[in-house]
């Protein structure tokens, strides 16, 4: 789950991570409020996307009257699509040295790495792309750690300035124990500064890894206070595994797999998918009658396509939960259902003994697919 | 033969008493895998419909002869338990358990590799069958049938839909196995490549990757340079958008990395057919075989 900056910024506080002091504007009164800031403050928009800059959501603020002129131009603005609800307000840094650090899982070594890079400030991947000399790669092994002789070694090959090697080593370290212990999926500092007032890491992007919300007692707090469409809203309260597409042909599926193959079927017939919608392995009744519920809150759908290949899901209780979510209602879209696997046979039988015009048995999937994007039109 | 797993692999259980290893226990036995004894903490003396458990696999291996851990723990302790039956000598670990952080994956996977000769297949994946020999997982035996195609997959139900499709023409399968999900998998499609072009009763394989890394660019290049049989791959999230985690925590496109395109690409070069929908694999595989 990507964070927002501020949120990344309370994760270094939380890890010592030394940043610059700021002040966190959910609406405009936050700034009649005294705040301890030393002018000029940046004012930047928070928002889940890149590009913010250039769009017009970061300015320099040199009093108040300034601040209150960009904090009201930034809060509410559009940024490729998404609504500025804060904005952070920071104390501006006088910057030395622009560098770059990250921390990630390469997927293909099965190893943390760090890239450490004397190029900060700008976009890293044209770095890597044009001259890649000027990236360090160092490849971790996560059952021993980063050793401080690895980090110096970094900093000497990345070539930042030598004059602060022992307060960029300490940072560097503070920003692998929270990738670390904090258990993200990714720690970006860009830029990490030499600054006036020391080694800064000035921006943050942090990604977290959901599964180990359980350990984690603020995971929580962060992760109502990003925005999530209100289809995918109810589905993580319904336990289902839901994200909302662009097209308009419903899905439901069991299994990752099974689901994304599902949306490139249906793409291949014309059409497009309105979500994707996993119910996961065992789903039962009510699981099903949820999700068709989800679907419900979409506008967007216009035709539902349920393909289910049953091993521990069982196809009699996804029909029995079609049966039980649809007797008797309206139902605002045709509904097109594959059921191959486990009980498939008697999953089918009662779906026929319950019929329903709105309800189309499909043979395989390919056809569901077919019968799915044509109910659409 | 079969790769992995065969009619004398011995299988210690560890989550026995646990609603699904439980389920899935009992039902491989009724299959015919040979379920030697099952693992809980404090539970150690007592027995699953006959099936002794054990306080430690160290004490199930000792007693019992097992060779392969098939594991059911929940997440938060999935690191230890995965760690302690490598530690014991399993030879092959199956770990079904979803969920498990992507530290603890990073973690055992090295701790494994570094210290042991354990092979570790998952976590977060359906687990391995040699159809009319022993079942390891949570698969749908009834699906398969016993013959020359190697099945090796990241997605659990698309597995069940290759096999399937490959039933349902007549066409049987030595192993079917799903490495699962995860960013971190134990064994990787080059893994169980390996295994397959050395054994002798495999005669295709059927790959099925998914957006995500670089897993199957890295199989791709391997397929090339060592792989003899025909391959058939089919790759699920042509239409998924960029930066989103498509179900498995490991599906997701990142830039212009991970794409299903890429991943197509680089199979077609290394002569590997891929068809562009699952139900299209069993043809494809009668028409290489």
């Known amino acids: 789950?990507?964070?927002?900056?501020?949120?990344?910024?309370?994760?270094?506080?939380?890890?010592?991570?030394?940043?610059?002091?700021?002040?966190?504007?959910?609406?405009?009164?936050?700034?009649?409020?005294?705040?301890?800031?030393?002018?000029?403050?940046?004012?930047?928009?928070?928002?889940?996307?890149?590009?913010?800059?250039?769009?017009?959501?970061?300015?320099?603020a040199n009093n108040i009257e300034e601040l209150n002129m960009y904090a009201n131009k930034i809060l509410g603005m559009d940024i490729k699509g998404h609504t500025v609800e804060r904005i952070l307000v920071e104390e501006a840094s006088e910057i030395k040295e622009e560098y770059y650090l990250s921390f990630t899982l390469d997927r293909s070594a099965k190893k943390y790495l760090m890239m450490l890079s004397a190029k900060g400030g700008m976009d890293i991947e044209a770095v890597a792309d044009e001259n890649p000399d000027d990236l360090t790669m160092i490849h971790i092994d996560p059952s021993k750690g980063l050793d401080e002789d690895v980090v110096i070694e970094a900093i000497l090959n990345s070539n930042l300035n030598q004059d602060y090697q022992p307060e960029l080593a300490e940072i560097i370290t503070r920003l692998f124990k929270l990738f670390v212990d904090g258990d993200c999926d990714l720690v970006e500092v860009n830029p990490l500064a030499v600054t006036g007032s020391g080694v800064m890491a000035l921006d943050s992007k942090v990604s977290l890894d959901m599964n180990a919300k359980y350990?984690?007692?603020?995971?929580?707090?962060?992760?109502?206070?990003?925005?999530?469409?209100?289809?995918?809203?109810?589905?993580?309260?319904?336990?289902?595994?839901?994200?909302?597409?662009?097209?308009?042909?419903?899905?439901?599926?069991?299994?990752?797999?099974?689901?994304?193959?599902?949306?490139?079927?249906?793409?291949?017939?014309?059409?497009?998918?309105?979500?994707?919608?996993?119910?996961?392995g065992g789903a039962k009744a009510e699981t099903v009658s949820a999700a068709l519920e989800v679907l419900e809150t979409d506008d967007s759908v216009s035709s539902v396509f349920i393909n289910i290949f049953g091993g521990i899901t069982r196809c009699d209780l996804v029909a029995q939960g079609i049966v039980e979510a649809t007797k008797g209602k309206d139902l605002k879209w045709q509904i097109v259902i594959r059921l191959d696997g486990t009980n498939a046979t008697e999953g089918l039988k009662i779906l026929r003994d319950n019929p329903n015009e709105k309800i189309i048995i499909a043979e395989t999937m390919n056809q569901a697919a077919e019968l799915a994007v044509k109910g659409n039109n | 033969m079969a790769i992995l797993i065969d009619e004398d692999s011995r299988v210690v259980v560890q989550g026995i008493t646990g609603r699904e290893g439980r389920f899935h226990a009992l039902r491989n036995r009724d299959y015919g895998t040979k379920i030697v004894a099952g693992t809980r903490p404090g539970k150690g003396g007592e027995e699953v419909e006959s099936i002794p458990i054990f306080n430690t696999v160290k004490e199930a291996i000792d007693e019992t002869g097992a060779n392969v851990a098939l594991t059911f723990?929940?997440?938060?302790?999935?690191?230890?338990?995965?760690?302690?039956?490598?530690?014991?000598?399993?030879?092959?670990?199956?770990?079904?358990?979803?969920g498990i952080p992507a530290k603890d994956e990073a973690e055992m996977y090295n701790l494994i590799k570094n210290n042991t000769k354990s092979k570790l297949l998952g976590p977060n994946c359906p687990g391995l069958i040699s159809p009319g020999k022993s079942n390891v997982g949570i698969m749908p035996h009834e699906i398969t049938l016993p013959g020359g195609v190697g099945v090796i997959s990241r997605s659990g139900t698309l597995t069940y839909q290759a096999v399937h499709e490959l039933t349902q023409l007549d066409i049987g399968q030595s192993t079917c196995i799903g490495i699962g999900g995860d960013p971190v998998p134990g064994m990787s499609f080059i893994d169980v490549l390996k295994d397959f072009q050395e054994d002798d009763e495999t005669n295709a394989i059927v790959m099925i990757g998914e957006i995500g890394g670089t897993a199957e660019e890295e199989a791709a290049e391997y397929i090339k340079d060592n792989i003899t049989k025909p391959v058939v791959s089919y790759i699920a999230g042509v239409t998924a958008p960029p930066g989103k985690k498509m179900g498995h925590a490991g599906a997701i496109v990142s830039g212009n990395k991970g794409t299903a395109k890429a991943k197509m690409e680089a199979l077609e070069e290394a002569n590997v057919l891929v068809v562009s929908n699952p139900t299209k694999i069993g043809k494809a595989v009668k028409e290489v075989m």
């Open chain 2, 73 to 98: 723990v929940p997440p938060a302790f999935a690191r230890e338990a995965v760690l302690e039956a490598a530690y014991a000598d399993c030879q092959l670990i199956v770990c079904i358990t979803e």
């Open chain 1, 1 to 60: 789950m990507d964070l927002f900056e501020y949120q990344g910024k309370s994760l270094y506080a939380k890890y010592d991570i030394a940043h610059p002091n700021s002040f966190l504007v959910n609406k405009i009164e936050d700034l009649e409020q005294s705040f301890d800031l030393n002018y000029p403050v940046v004012v930047k928009a928070q928002v889940l996307v890149g590009g913010r800059g250039k769009a017009g959501g970061i300015k320099l």
């Open chain 1, 215 to 280: 350990r984690h007692e603020d995971f929580d707090q962060i992760e109502k206070e990003i925005p999530i469409p209100p289809s995918e809203k109810l589905a993580k309260e319904k336990g289902l595994n839901f994200i909302k597409l662009d097209g308009s042909v419903g899905i439901i599926g069991n299994g990752a797999g099974l689901v994304m193959s599902t949306l490139d079927v249906v793409a291949e017939f014309g059409g497009s998918a309105a979500n994707f919608l996993d119910i996961g």
